[in-house]
């Protein structure tokens, strides 16, 4: 990044103005001893010598265009039309931050705006802000909206089903507010979750289709949402945005919230981000939620315009009535989902929602026929459990170095065997429309061989 350095009599003049003598003045508070920490370091190298390393490391990765992929678990390989990556790599897109100033704008202003519009009418929803950082950050700012409609409660109740590290996020976002949050330490299901929702609870907060792909149908969802209305809380629920190609839209089974990650719509995976989370919401509850949101207006003319409106963050109203937490546009983002949507349609999601249903339990009929290996659920979408007979960490390094395929996600890494004995030795498969049936095919003979290696 340019910068341009300070001179010594400015140097001068800021430690004068503070009232002190000299730099290390500045640092008086850390004890000396801690000040210049011996770093372990390697001998100094050449720019050169620099990028051959940088460059033999990036070659280490596993590339999932080069090689068949079955890793999913919150992060999905899907087409992306060239059409998504002309419009966003054009200079007045690429180079936009956040569009304060409209008369400027307009055309930035716009594209968020239609990115809440098809977002809004994709989840059922009536508001649509213009995105957060990820799908976790956007349930974590859901939960606080919540707290901030019912007013009073400090208990939340999220589903074990619900993305680990969405719920990792919730508790960071919310330490030190002294909340009760419960219901993810057993797995029983978002039916179960009702019996824990009482005067007290601000909200309850499902995943569909969960962290494991399995759906929850619109009946359960529908009497969920009855019996969390009728303790006054919310329903969040977070989405796979490519599953509502197939799948009830959250707000007409009674959501009040629905949020997710929309790195599938338009957004490659590139290595865990940049992403954006989506947050779709009911229009009484438009003056407690976070974010930005684009509206549509006229100008003195008469002409139609866009503008930002109602925003809620400290840098525009008094920081003690801000909703927003950490919260950006990621407008960038949110244009690819926007062009990959109106590349799409509504035809060509339902046809990329199809594709994933149907090689999705495709390779799981295939992995289910292999022996020692058993298939959890029957309706899932996008991926699956199996339950393996190794170890999946070693299934997932013979797969690679054997056979050349990247497996799917150790679930044991985020559910522990120690409190859900169900879930030891179990693999996250994961099938997108980029999956061939030959990869599927491939996969299941290499799973035979590999599990009795």
């Known amino acids: 990044m340019s910068f341009i350095p300070n001179t010594n009599a400015d140097r001068a003049a800021m430690l ?13 508070d850390v004890p000396a001893e801690h000040r210049f ?3 372990d370091l390697p001998p100094a190298a050449s720019e050169l010598e620099i990028l051959q390393e940088l460059d033999a490391r990036a070659r280490q990765n596993a590339d999932c265009g080069a090689a068949p992929c079955f890793l999913g678990a919150g992060s999905y390989r899907h087409f992306v039309p060239s059409v998504v990556d002309y419009v966003i790599s054009r ?19 716009q594209a968020i705006f239609e990115y809440q519009s098809m977002i809004a009418r994709l989840t059922g929803m009536e508001v649509s802000n213009a995105s957060h950082y990820d799908g976790a950050t956007a349930t974590a700012e859901a939960v606080i909206m919540a707290l901030n409609v019912v007013g009073g409660r400090r208990r939340v109740v999220l589903s074990a089903g619900l993305h680990p590290h969405y719920r990792q996020v919730v508790r960071t976002y919310t330490q030190g507010m002294r909340l009760e949050i419960v219901g993810d330490d057993d797995d029983k299901g978002p039916s179960a979750l009702a019996g824990l929702c009482d005067a007290s609870t601000a909200c309850v907060v499902v995943q569909n289709p969960d962290f494991f792909g399995r759906i929850v149908g619109p009946e359960e969802l529908a009497a969920l949402a009855r019996s969390v209305h009728a303790c006054g809380a919310l329903l969040v629920t977070a989405v796979n945005p490519v599953s509502l190609g197939v799948l009830l839209p959250p707000g007409e089974a009674g959501a009040d919230v629905a949020v997710g990650e929309g790195q599938s719509l338009g957004n490659t995976m590139s290595f865990g981000g940049p ?23 006229v100008d003195g003319a008469g002409r139609r315009g866009f503008v930002f409106t109602l925003s809620t963050r400290e840098q525009h109203i008094r920081r ?9 546009n990621q407008s960038l ?8 949507l109106a590349a799409l349609g509504p035809r060509g999601l339902s046809q990329v929602a199809e594709l994933c249903w149907h ?3 495709y390779a799981a009929s295939r992995v289910a026929a292999v022996p020692g290996f058993r298939v959890d659920g029957a309706q899932f979408f996008h991926e699956f459990a199996v339950t393996c007979p190794l170890a999946p960490a070693q299934i997932n390094r013979r797969l690679f170095e054997t056979h050349g395929i990247i497996g799917g996600y150790d679930i044991g890494q985020e559910y522990p065997a120690a409190r859900f004995p169900d879930r030891k030795n179990q693999l996250l498969l994961c099938c997108t429309e980029m999956n061939t ?7 299941a003979r290499a799973l035979a061989e590999v599990s009795h290696a």
Do not use: W
């Not at 200079?91 to 202003?109: D, K, N, R, V, W």
């Not at 009484?284 to 549509?296: L, Q």
């Open 320 to 328: 003690e009535k801000a909703t927003s937490n950490i919260c950006t």
């Open 37 to 39: 920490p011996p770093l």
């Open 437 to 443: 049936k030959d990869e599927i095919d491939r996969l």
């Open 275 to 297: 992403y954006l989370g989506f947050f779709a919401f009911r229009r009484e509850h438009v003056r407690k939620s976070s974010g930005r949101i684009a509206g549509e207006t």
């Open 16 to 28: 004068a103005a503070v009232g002190a003598a000299s730099a290390a003045d500045l640092f008086h």
């Open 359 to 361: 090689k999705a339990h």
């Open 91 to 109: 200079s007045e897109f690429a180079t936009a931050y956040t569009p304060y100033q409209p008369e400027i704008s307009q055309g930035t202003l």
């Open 333 to 340: 983002n949110a244009l690819a989902a926007a062009a990959y």
